[in-house]
């Protein structure tokens, strides 16, 4: 399950602030405005989802295409590979 995303802004102390990717656990993510969340492991875009506790379900990120090279998704196979089409 992607628990943590990573998001592309501005980040660092004030004297050394860096824009990149920065990872951040998927509920502090749901409170920013950014839409554009990728997944640490394998790059692909994912989706955030809000916890459902009727479900026992925590915020998590989804990829928006699956992607069986990614051991946090649904679906992987067995072998790590990067999305095939990574955010950069
Ligand atoms: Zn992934």
Redesign the pocket.
């Known amino acids: 399950m992607?628990e943590e995303v990573e998001v592309k802004r501005w980040h660092g102390a004030a004297d050394s602030r860096v824009f990149g990717w920065q990872r951040m656990p998927v509920k502090e993510a749901l409170r920013l405005q950014d839409d554009t969340f990728r997944?640490p492991?394998?790059?692909?875009r994912?989706r955030l989802r809000a916890a459902a506790p009727e479900k026992e379900l925590a915020e998590r990120g989804e990829?928006f295409s699956k992607?069986p090279g990614?051991s946090?998704?649904d679906c992987f196979a067995g072998e790590k590979r990067t999305?095939p089409k990574p955010l950069n």
């Open positions: 992607v997944c492991e394998c790059l692909g994912v990829h992607n990614c946090l998704g999305h």
